[in-house]
């Protein structure tokens, strides 16, 4: 067991002593690491070991897969993979099982020329003699990729083993630094960009896709990477990438877009910024539309909307935000939302307000049939991340269909509650679009205040803004209720 601030004090070979059982009786691994130090996250440390692996040569890289043992064999191998063999109860092996592990891997090396590798932590036997037999019949370019990428699961596992119970003990202060920069409010315009189509009909919206004449973002993008240390503690600019470059980088990848939505947006320009620097950690980038609107025309002397002039819209905005993270040579999707806000909805009668507590601190008269005026802040997440970008239209849930499902459940809704209203309005969501994981709600009461009770021969009343403070609601509904 070890610390990162232990590791980042010892020696050269002290390190490679330390860390040279993560990858296989391959120490050099660990050797050629040293030189990235200090190191402050795990992630950061595997990361720079795994890049070590990936930039050797084919035949170094063949010498480390070679080292790896045969799953199931009872010849002498290292320490930590007697472990990991016993904890998938491949040191138990009965004779049968033996020789049928014994047959398939023979065969796997006499066609690869290295023994098959398998993360088997957590693994059953089973599990791995299906993975083994399948993986024979792989062509090598293939299963040389796989076996690597295995290594690295492997290596990945060890080195949690090895730092886990001291990073569970370090003190607060210890724990990795907050540090990030960004650039906020970086607007951008495109006409003419491919429009959304092909959108999957629901009974509550008439929305079928937008003509994207006019695609209007504010985004807000926020890195952050070990690298970008020495900037904060030493001034040292070499690996910071300049705020305005951000900007231009947004700007001009609105203009290489192919896709039709924010979500595609924010998820193509995330992916091309980590793939152009190859040096920040992770990306957190957030966007909202700014609406425009098609103006009025006259069209074969009729009234119609205008393709070429467009308002500015003061409504409902929606927007998306994503967060990227480097892992190896992959880049992850570790969260995407997308939402709409400032929608205001009221609904005339048809809701009311009863049975709350009433005590010594109530003034707040109990009411059957009200107005009710609510802000909403809608969000929701897809269960596949991916599906957000739009690329698949059917998948895609748009902002404006989301709108629509709150306002008819509104108008249906015999409402006892915002509580029970946001509530309804998830579940319908839920039910229209399978393909998401969750609906968020934040919501505001602002309810109108009564002047003039009743007008006469009238339904009419008079009413007022309302007095601050507000209410004011956080609610999430899922699939477990439906």
Known sequence: MTTLSRLNELNNIEFTKELGDIFEHSPWVAEKTFAFRPFYSVEALLRVMTDVVETSSHEEKLRLLRSHPQLGSNKKMSPVS????????????????????????????????????????????????????????????????????????IASIRLEDKMEKELQQMPEEQHPRIMSYGKGDVFAYRTFMPPLTGVKKIPESDFDGRSNTIFGVSVSMEISGQGFLPSFTKGDNSLVVATDSMKNFVQKHLGSYEGTTIEGFLLFTGRAFLNKYEHVDTLKMSAENLPFEAAAALKDNRHAKSGLVFKKSRNEQSGASIELVRSGKTIEIIKQTSEISGLQLVKVQGNSFTGFIRDEYTTLPEDSNRPLFIYLAISWEYENKEDASGEYHQNYAAAEQIKDIAAVVFDEEVTPSIQHLIFQIGRRVLERFPQLRQITFQSQNRTWDTVIEEIPLTEGKVYTEPRLPFGFQHFSVTKEDL
């Open 82 to 153: 007697v472990n990991e063999q016993q904890s998938a109860g491949l040191q138990e092996l009965t004779e049968n099982e033996f020789q049928q592990f014994l047959s398939l891997n023979d065969s796997y090396y006499d066609k690869f020329g290295f023994p098959f590798i398998l993360a088997v932590k957590g693994r059953s036997k089973k599990e791995i003699y299906s993975n083994l037999k399948d993986r024979t019949v792989n062509s090598f370019d293939y299963e040389f990729k796989q076996a690597l990428s295995e290594v690295y699961k």
